[in-house]
Nanobody
Framework: QVQLVESGGGWVQAGGSLRLSCAAS????????MGWFRQAPGKERECVAA????????YNADSVKGRFTISRDNAKNTVYLQMNSLKTEDTAVYYC?????????????????????WGQGTQVTVSS
């Protein structure tokens, strides 16, 4: 079992930056691929970034390429999402998620059903 806790959300003006963190419990974190998802009101949950267990493979959604960076520190059981040049359309609840097949090569996918453990979410609000 893995428990995930997000932090770092908040309010920011357009063009600003935020860094989200996701702290994981459990010794198996380092063997799981991780993803960051977001869900805006009335919209489906979408994957914005994902990273393989080793950090060697990374996915970024087209909407955030060049602005968001996912990274992980397995020694700290933490995955990060650095968000720069934020836009009003980035406003959403952001969730981190873990894919529980250990040491799976590459990115397991970008659909929410491909991830097994979820945090409670952190709100990001970008104002114009």
């Amino acid at each position: 079992q893995v428990q995930l806790v997000e932090s770092g959300g908040g309010w920011v003006q357009a063009g600003g930056s935020l860094r989200l963190s996701c702290a994981a419990s459990g010794r198996t974190f380092s063997s799981y691929a991780m993803g960051w998802f977001r869900q805006a009101p009335g919209k489906e949950r979408e994957c914005v970034a994902a990273i393989s267990w080793s950090g060697g493979s990374i996915y970024n959604a087209d909407s955030v390429k060049g602005r968001f960076t996912i990274s992980r520190d397995n020694a700290k059981n933490t995955v990060y999402l650095q968000m720069n040049s934020l836009k009003t359309e980035d406003t959403a609840v952001y969730y981190c998620a873990a894919h529980s097949s250990p040491r799976r090569p590459g990115i397991p996918g970008t659909h929410p059903l491909q991830y097994d453990y979820w945090g409670q979410g952190t709100q990001v609000t970008v104002s114009s």
